[in-house]
């Protein structure tokens, strides 16, 4: 393993996310999920519907992308990884902790993580990949039960929520439909 890499890992341990222009920011010892770093602006929790199009793209600066972005997990399969290349537990105990903090932070169908469903259909692929990487730790087994329940959430919100159109007699599909897929 690179330096580099376990320097990515050593990172993500640290709340230290990089991405979307988004350049090495801290999120805190408590990462908020639902919160802007660049504006501080903080989303309200709330059934996923009941959001209107003004509350999740308010404007001035705020970029409900980087929390759906920091949502997609992608960093869980980072430390899967530094976990399969170096069997070091602080990088399996780090992927636990944040997904196990993520799932509690948003319950199902609440919050701004549960508006778009290509949102939840990319952490439901990358929760499936960074858990299949950290199979074999002692964590895996306590949180099997959760895991697989969160993940049968996903399935079930985007089976209700497909990103299709009507428009005339056509159906619209387009690089979100496919995401869900």
């Not at 003004?54 to 990884?81: A, C, F, M, Y």
Request: aromatic fraction near 14%; proline fraction near 3%.
């Amino acid at each position: 393993m690179t330096k580099n890499y376990q320097d990515v890992c050593e990172k993500i341990c640290s709340h230290h996310f990089q991405f979307l222009g988004i350049n090495n920011i801290y999120w805190g010892e408590d990462i908020q999920w639902n919160t802007d770093p660049k504006s501080s602006h903080v989303w309200a929790e709330r059934y996923y519907m009941e959001y209107s199009a003004n509350e999740l793209l308010p404007g001035n600066g705020i970029d409900i992308k980087i929390p759906w972005e920091l949502s997609r997990l992608h960093h869980l399969v980072t430390l899967g990884q530094g976990w399969r290349l170096t069997q070091n537990t602080k990088y399996s105990n780090e992927l636990f902790y944040q997904w196990n903090d993520w799932n509690d932070k948003n319950p199902f169908c609440y919050g701004i993580n549960w508006t778009n469903t290509m949102e939840v259909a990319i952490r439901a692929v990358n929760i499936i990949f960074a858990m299949n990487l950290v199979k074999d730790t002692p964590n895996f087994k306590k949180y099997k039960k959760n895991i697989i329940n969160s993940l049968r959430q996903h399935g079930l919100y985007i089976e209700n929520n497909l990103e299709i159109g009507v428009v005339g007699n056509n159906i619209l599909v387009g690089n979100h439909f496919l995401a869900n897929i």
